[in-house]
């Protein structure tokens, strides 16, 4: 099936390299975007060498720079416009292990419409977490789950598959969130329909080089944003 994998960057230099190796290694035949939300190391430089030997990895150079949101939903929004059938999305810091995109694709193929690369089932892990960090995680992805009534274990996992007419009835570009609460409004998004979502597991290794996008406000956006999702499925049974 036709692959594009969709990985949002900024400031990789120290990852961007290897990790598109690794992409082509794992997926020779699938195509590849980086959306790169306007880097100011020579991230986008690297890219742009590296396409020029490997004419399946394109770049797309937003013209601000927004978030992790943003920049899925016009990543999206450009593979769905060509003809894919699959879309994988994942970050390029090596967090997320290229040579398990194989897996992920191959649980569409068997059927689901999502394959979620999951820290919480039997197989899968973290590593290289302090503790506070992974109870934090866990935590909070059983505080999403119970208050959004979702069956996901990993709501905030970014490594998934998507079947291409899957992502186009979820409607990425309707989303809102900008930071990583996105992912989980995209897992909100399949509520009440008809997709077969399954969860693969991957071990999940803390990045070695660069900086962490993780912040305050990311946190506290996604705790407001489900909270405020799940407040409106107790109410009104919806979550928009």
């Excluded at 990895?57 to 769905?80: D, M, N, P, Q, W």
């Excluded at 960090?133 to 490594?159: E, H, M, P, W």
């Excluded at 998507?162 to 998004?189: D, M």
């Amino acid at each position: 099936m036709r692959v594009t994998v969709v990985a949002p960057t900024l400031n990789e230099e120290g990852n961007i390299v290897n990790f598109l190796t690794a992409v082509c290694t794992a997926m020779p035949f699938a195509s590849v975007l980086v959306v790169d939300d306007r880097s100011t190391d020579n991230t986008i430089v690297n890219v742009i060498e590296f396409s020029q030997n490997h004419p399946q990895v394109e770049i797309l150079v937003r013209t601000e720079s927004k978030g992790l949101g943003s920049s899925y939903r016009e990543g999206f929004a450009k593979v769905l416009a060509g003809d894919v059938e699959i879309i994988v999305s994942m970050d390029a810091d090596l967090s997320h292990d290229p040579a398990a995109i194989p897996a992920l694709v191959a649980a569409v193929e068997a059927g689901a419409d999502m394959a979620i690369g999951s820290r919480y089932v039997k197989g899968g892990s973290c590593v290289g977490w302090p503790l506070h960090r992974r109870l934090l995680s866990k935590a909070g992805n059983a505080y999403t789950r119970s208050i959004l009534g979702l069956q996901v274990q990993d709501c905030t996992s970014g490594f998934r598959a998507y079947r291409a007419s899957t992502l186009r009835s979820i409607n990425p570009a309707a989303t809102k969130a900008e930071g990583y609460a996105f992912l989980t409004e995209i897992v909100t998004r399949t509520a009440g329909l008809p997709l077969e979502i399954a969860e693969v597991p991957i071990a999940f290794v803390d990045r070695k080089n660069g900086k962490s996008k993780m912040s305050i406000k990311i946190i506290l956006e996604s705790m407001l944003l489900v909270t405020r999702w799940g407040i409106r499925f107790q109410l009104r049974g919806r979550y928009q």
